[in-house]
C-alpha cells in the first residue's frame, strides 16, 4: 500500500536558492542589482540607454542581456557605454538564477556599481524566477493597454517599482490611466511608479534619482 | 511555455524528498497552483511523462488543486474572486482591495511505496 508523506515545499525552491546565493554575491562586491522586466518592445533597452548614458559618468554599470536570440540590445547596451553580457536563453521565455549565475561569471564585479539585468520581454514567466536582484522592476508602456494588470496579475503583483513608459502617447491611445492604477495598487499597494517618456526624456530624472538613492 | 524547467523543478523536489523517505516508487504526487502562478496543468504534465523516465517518480499521478485568486475587500471584509475585468469589490464598489490567496505553487504530499516486500507469486 502507498503511503502518504506530507510536504509542504515551493517548487521553485532551487531557483530560489540559487537567487540568494546570486544576491550574497552581489553583496560581496557591493554591486545594485536591477532586474528590468516586461513585455516585447515595452522599452527595456530604450530604459537601459538612457539609464546608463546618464549615470555612466559617476558609476560603473553593467547590464546582463537575456533574450531567446540575437545580440542586439547587448550591442545597444554597451554603445550607451556599459559593460555589457549577452545571454541567450535558447528558447526558454525568461532568465532563471543560473542563467543570471554565468552571467555574473563574466563580469569582474568589483568594477560595477549598477548592474542591470534585462530579462527577456514576456509579462508571464519572469515573475516565477527571482534573479537574486535587489529590485525587481517592471515598465508597462501606454500602447499595451490599460487592462495589463488585470490580464497579467502575477507580474504585477510581484514587482518593486513600475515604470509606465510612452506616456506621450497618452493623447493618441485610449489608455484608462484611473483603470490601470486601481487594478496595480489592489495588486501591489503603494507601488512605487515612474510615469516616464524614453522618447522625450519626460520623467525620466525621477527615476535616475531614485537609482542613485539606491546606489548612494 | 516554461513548463519544462518548473517541471524539472519539481522533478527534482519529488526524487530528493523520496530517497529522503527511503521511498522504492512515488505513486502520486500533489500540487497546489494559484491562479497567480501561471502554469498550465496540461503543459506540466505533458512534460513530466517525458522527464520522469527511469527515476523513481516514474509514471506517477500529478494532482492539481487550483487555488482561484481571491482577493478581499478592506472597506467592507467581503472576499470574492474577481470577475477578470475589474477588483473592484462587487458588493460595496470599493477599490481598496487585498489580494488573499493565488500565488502559491507547492508540493504539498506525496504517495510512495517503500522497498518491495517479498511476496508469494502464485504460479
Redesign the interface.
Known sequence: ???????????????ERLAAQNRRQLDEAGVIAINLMASPGAGKTSLIEHTVKALRGAYDIAVIDGDVASGIDAARAAEAGARAVQINTGG???L?AVMVQEGLEQIDLERVDLLIIENVGNL??P???PLGAHKNILIASIPEGA?KP?KY??MY?GVDALVINKVDLMPYVDFDMA?FQ??V???N?GLLTFPVSCKTGEGLLAWQTWLETLLS | MHELPVTQALLDLVVERAAAAQAARVTDIYIEIGQLASYVDESVQFYWDIISGGTAAEGANLHFQRIPLSIQCTACGRSFQPDGRTFDCPDCGSERVRVRSGEEFQLVGLDVERAAQPRTVEV
Open positions: 500500500m502507498p503511503e502518504r508523506i506530507a510536504v509542504v515545499e515551493k517548487i521553485m525552491g532551487a531557483n526558454e521565455c525568461h532563471d508571464i514567466c515573475a516565477a524566477f487592462d488585470y496579475p502575477g503583483k483603470y486601481r487594478g495598487e489592489a495588486l499597494p
